[in-house]
């Protein structure tokens, strides 16, 4: 079965290595000309680790990411408010991993063309329809580099072309723009010493636009060198405003510098920070309404092309992996792949609706806008009954992660299906 995914980033990619592990021919169209490094930091959970894991990747995730041991949340002068084990310390089988986001697509785009041949990703082309018939479907690209159409005909076609996706829009054409909850999240990396035990994610503040965020991706490359640090730092400007169209503007030494001011934070040096960061990017942060349906025929959606979310819990890159593993054993359980594709719409679409309306209210940093509002940290039982009912929505519990059936499926012989 030939399968055309749309969109070259962690979850096409992802999605091209869980289709071709259960024997399928997927080809991937990325609109960017070439596919680099970039990006900052991103965090995959153990529910995701494990799948990439099962995918053979285990030995390269390890030598590109860190793995935290702790989550803290803290308040804006640096204190306590509530922490927890991550990864194999919370009893999970499998690690956490901070990476930086570009060298995680960089291997994974190793990964895919080594697997199903350096032809298996083709660069430059812009999507600009679909058409189906009932026994495939046709995608109509754009070649940046000269301007002429190009077709692809495939069995099936899957929407993995992020949170404004084109053929999303083609599903549905009346859809609202992305929401936007008035802040600007400012992202940047900097060569930084390690905090804190250089194992923890610090979240600090409080409620969305009043928050900072920091971990480290890279170790320091010899004793007492720096770290590579990832950081955010959420400002929050008024939702009232026009819906911001400059995603990725580089912000300023001078604004970011105004925009620390305010935090003493005693474990890092915020304007140091500031000033070691190549660059400060400013995005903002937008979710989508849930969908009552992805699948239509032999087309779906996955990762941010279905589900955007806003970023609390650190979940949306992790339910991305995990749906191109569910999206790969369906079509190999399923004969017609419009069963197959109606199957992991109703196996998958549940619950990262739900993941989105939760982190709409804060999922888990609710502990610490909790504490925000009174003046202190919530009850430890209440805090706990917060976290692990998002880790239940989410179906990320160390139970629910260790004990579920592997989504695995043997492929019959050497050849691939069809």
Not at 381 to 402: F, S
Request: net charge negative; charged share 20%.
């Amino acid at each position: 079965m030939r399968v055309t995914v749309v969109g070259g980033g962690i979850a096409g990619l992802t999605c091209a290595l869980s289709l071709h592990a259960a024997g399928f021919a997927p080809q991937v169209f990325e609109a960017a000309r070439t596919v680099g490094a970039l990006g900052v930091g991103i965090n995959l959970l153990p529910h995701a680790v494990r799948e990439l894991t099962e995918l053979g990747l285990a030995d390269e995730l390890a030598s590109i990411g860190l793995p935290p041991h702790r989550l803290s949340y803290r308040n804006r002068a640096g204190e306590v408010v509530w922490e927890e084990p991550l990864g194999t310390a919370a009893g999970y089988h499998w690690p956490q991993y901070s990476v930086h986001r570009g060298r995680l697509q960089m291997m994974l785009l190793a990964a895919v063309r080594e697997r199903l041949g350096t032809d298996s990703v083709r660069t430059g082309l812009r999507f600009q329809r679909f058409e189906q018939t009932a026994d495939g479907v046709r995608a109509h690209f754009l070649e940046r580099t000269n301007g002429l159409p190009s077709l692809a005909d495939a069995h099936c076609l899957v929407g993995a072309d992020g949170v404004d996706s084109a053929v999303r829009a083609q599903l549905y054409p009346n859809e609202a723009p992305s929401n936007w909850n008035g802040v600007h999240m400012w992202r940047g990396v900097a060569p930084y010493p390690h905090i804190l035990d250089g194992r923890s994610i610090v979240v600090a503040g409080g409620t969305p636009g009043a928050k900072f965020v920091a971990y480290p991706v890279e170790d320091p490359a010899y004793e007492g060198g720096d770290a590579l640090m990832n950081w955010v730092l959420e400002v929050r400007r008024s939702p009232a405003l026009p819906h911001p169209d400059d995603v990725g503007r580089r912000v300023t030494a001078a604004e970011a510098h105004a925009g620390t001011a305010s935090w003493n934070l005693p474990w890092i040096d915020l304007t140091n920070l500031v000033e070691r960061s190549s660059a400060i990017l400013e995005y903002p942060m937008t979710d989508r309404d849930p969908l009552p349906r992805w699948s239509f025929g032999r087309v779906t959606l996955l990762g941010d092309a279905a589900h955007p979310m806003f970023p609390m819990g650190m979940n949306g890159g992790s339910q991305s992996v995990v749906d191109t593993r569910v999206l790969a054993w369906c079509l190999a359980r399923e004969g017609d792949p419009v069963a197959a594709l109606r199957r992991y719409d109703l196996m998958r679409r549940p619950t990262t609706n739900a993941i989105v309306l939760a982190n709409r209210n804060l999922g888990p940093e609710e502990i610490i806008a909790r504490a925000e509002d009174h003046v202190g940290p919530p009850p430890a039982d209440r805090a706990a009954e917060i976290t692990n009912g998002y880790k239940e929505l989410a179906r990320a519990t160390m139970e629910q992660v260790n004990t579920h059936p592997s989504w695995t499926v043997p492929r019959p012989d050497s050849t691939l299906r069809f």
